[in-house]
Every structure is written in structure tokens, then in C-alpha cells.
């Protein structure tokens, strides 16, 4: 069964600079998630998006931003880059009817030296 | 808002023996309760999950139990196996938003 892809796997970045994280939903799932994970940590939430609109938001830093485009897939951008950015960045998938189910891709790690 | 405890942080258990772990939630709206395994490098996986007007599911050698009135749910791991050593997580959703309320995880080791 197709899964949720996120791209890139790896991305090592400075301080200061920016980055893009790209998430491809479930094919036919509508709501994005997108969530942080520190060493150790829970996965803390950060924003979701269903049908392309912003649905939720949580403790996104406001350096960061988001977007749901209209073939579902979601990017989240990071400017201003900061050490404590570096972390696993996770994108989850769910279809609107049973939109407590989440599907988490393999993630993104972040590193910022 | 909600809050969700979980306990052991960290279970060693003889591989064939049983696991268990613990989460209690405080939002009596809560109604959905899912548990993921991560493991390490990996993307949280779920592998089983509860609704509010059930109070027991299993699969295979899994199974989540809940109890409304407690507020508690666990999941119990049968015959373990070395392949089931990961960090373990629950997680509630109060129902009023789709946002998932995570438990601080366990780290299950499981010893040959």
C-alpha cells in the first residue's frame, strides 16, 4: 500500500539559512499534518491543513510556514534557520472521515550547523 | 486541554513474556486513543487503535484495552519478540480537533 513520502530524507543546512520540506499525502487522503521530534521527544504538532486550508494550528515558531497545493502535497518552509531547528520533521496523512487517523511518512532530519 | 501520561519510560522484558504499558488521559471528551511504534531513524507507525465506545481490540498479539470511567487505556504485547524492541507511544484525540495529544513514549527492550 502506498504510504506517505516526504522529501528530502537528509538535509543539513547553516544557521540562518532556509529550508523546504515537501510532503506527499496518502493518494486520496485531504488533511496534512506536520509535526517536530526532538532526540527523546514526543512528535509535538505544528500545523494541518484539509483541503488546502489551514485546520489547525499548534506550536509552529512563526519563522516557519506552510501550504497544502491542489494535488494534497504540502511544504513546509523554514527561514532563519536556528540550531534548536534541528530535529525530525514528520508529515502525516489522514482522510477526512476519520480524520484521527494518522499515517506518518519516514520523516526529515533536519540538521542546523 | 488535554494531558496524556504514560508510564513505564522504559520496559525490559524477556523475549516470549508479555508487555504492558500504561497511558491515562485527562479529557473525559477525548474519544480516540491510537498507539504508535518508532523506531529508531523511522516514522511513527500505527499499529493499533481505539475508539471511546469500545473498550477492548486486539490484533494477533496485540491488544488495547480502555476504561472510560478511569480514564486509562493500555496496550498488551503477547509472545514478544526481538523485533518488537522500539519506543512505543499513545496518544489521545479530544475530539473537539483533529490534533493528536502524544504520551512521552516507552522504550521497549525486549532480551533474548
Known amino acids: 500500500a502506498a504510504g506517505v513520502i516526504q522529501s528530502p530524507r537528509h538535509l543539513i543546512k547553516e544557521k540562518r539559512e532556509t529550508a523546504t520540506l515537501k510532503c506527499y499525502p496518502i493518494?486520496?487522503?485531504?488533511?496534512v499534518y506536520w509535526y517536530q521530534q526532538g532526540p527523546g521527544q514526543d512528535p509535538q504538532f505544528l500545523i494541518s491543513?484539509?483541503?488546502?486550508?489551514?485546520?489547525d494550528k499548534g506550536s509552529i515558531p512563526d519563522r516557519f510556514s506552510a501550504q497544502q497545493f491542489s494535488d494534497y502535497h504540502s511544504e513546509l518552509n523554514m527561514s532563519s534557520l536556528e540550531l534548536g531547528d534541528s530535529a525530525l520533521y514528520f508529515c502525516?496523512?489522514?482522510?477526512?472521515?476519520?480524520?484521527?487517523?494518522?499515517?506518518f511518512g519516514p520523516g526529515t532530519r533536519l540538521t542546523v550547523l | 486541554g488535554e494531558n496524556v501520561e504514560q508510564h513505564p519510560s522504559t520496559l525490559s522484558v524477556q523475549e516470549g513474556d508479555s508487555a504492558v504499558i500504561k497511558c491515562t488521559y485527562s479529557?473525559?471528551?477525548?474519544?480516540?486513543f491510537p498507539w504508535y511504534k518508532q523506531e529508531l531513524g523511522k516514522g511513527p507507525q500505527l499499529i493499533i487503535d481505539?475508539?471511546?465506545n469500545v473498550g477492548e481490540k486486539k490484533d494477533q498479539r496485540i491488544a488495547v484495552t480502555l476504561n472510560k470511567t478511569a480514564k486509562h487505556f493500555s496496550l498488551h504485547i503477547t509472545e514478544t519478540q526481538p523485533e518488537d524492541s522500539a519506543v512505543y507511544f499513545c496518544?489521545?484525540?479530544?475530539?473537539?480537533?483533529?490534533?493528536?495529544?502524544w504520551g512521552a513514549g516507552t522504550k521497549l527492550i525486549i532480551k533474548p
Open positions: 502525516a496523512s489522514s482522510l477526512v472521515q476519520r480524520t484521527d487517523t494518522q499515517y
Open positions: 493518494p486520496r487522503h485531504d488533511t
Open positions: 491543513f484539509y483541503e488546502k486550508m489551514q485546520s
Open positions: 479529557d473525559s471528551a477525548s474519544n480516540y
Open positions: 481505539i475508539r471511546s
Open positions: 496518544a489521545a484525540s479530544p475530539g473537539s480537533n483533529y490534533q493528536l495529544i
